[in-house]
């Protein structure tokens, strides 16, 4: 008879939930999945603008030592000019040339004796409207790192509250609070929440770096513009003189 007790009560047990990370997926409530979508499609899309923001960093900051070293090492200012034509591909040759392009036309067309002091205020305001405009162009989709990591997890913690209270409404429908028929709903809605802080965590991390890298690469470019201003204003002096 033991056998047959023992089969009985097997039979009568309730089906064991699978609390696998897919399992919760696809048993949660169909707000909590596209709580959940949303949160990956938004890690999916940090982790894209990581990758290559970490690559174009690297490129424009190699590019800007290789450039420094050629404008100090005593070459004519015209000789870089003609080597740059058409081919200047980061921000600091992209200040010298715009800089350079101004000075040619304006030297071309008037006295610097008698127009030193409107050509460097042109030559200023070109490479001030260029540098803002790389700066902007190396800082795009940095706002969407900041957002992601600002609102992710309130987005998770969305999916986790009405995950809870579809479980509480299953489980006053069933009048059963057993761990049994409580942890698999309230395991579904905490998924979100850590969903939620995967997705910021990283883009957290990242926004701060990339910023920092930024800043410091934006106070490069405009002790670069302050130092060509200076050698500029010479020569304008040299042609005054």
């Known amino acids: 008879m033991e056998p047959e007790i023992t089969q009985a009560a097997l039979e009568g047990t309730a089906p064991a939930h699978d609390l696998s990370i897919i399992g919760l997926i696809l048993h949660a409530d169909i707000i909590v999945q596209a709580v959940l979508l949303l949160l990956l499609l938004a890690s999916l899309w940090s982790w894209a603008i990581i990758f290559d923001k970490i690559g174009r960093y690297r490129k424009v900051s190699a590019e800007a030592d290789t450039f420094e070293d050629e404008f100090w090492s005593g070459r004519s200012l015209e000789e870089l000019y003609d080597r740059l034509q058409g081919r200047a591909s980061h921000p600091m040759a992209l200040l010298f040339q715009v800089a350079m392009r101004e000075w040619q036309r304006s030297i071309g067309k008037s006295n610097v004796a008698t127009s030193g002091a409107r050509l460097q205020e042109r030559i200023a305001q070109v490479m001030r409207l260029t540098l803002n405009r790389e700066v902007e162009r ?62 910021a965590i990283p883009a957290v991390i990242a926004y701060n770096k990339f910023a920092a890298d930024m800043d410091r690469f934006a106070n490069r470019l405009e002790g670069f513009v302050d130092e060509f201003n200076t050698i500029l204003s010479r020569q304008i002096d040299e042609g005054q003189g």
């Open 138 to 199: 190396l800082e795009r989709y940095l706002g969407f790192l900041a957002t992601v990591g600002s609102t992710a997890p309130f987005v998770g913690l969305f999916g986790t509250v009405w995950g809870i209270m579809n479980s509480f409404q299953a489980i006053g429908a069933s009048a059963d609070t057993s761990l049994a028929v409580v942890a698999p709903g309230i395991a579904e809605a905490l998924f979100a929440t850590a969903v939620g802080l995967v997705a």
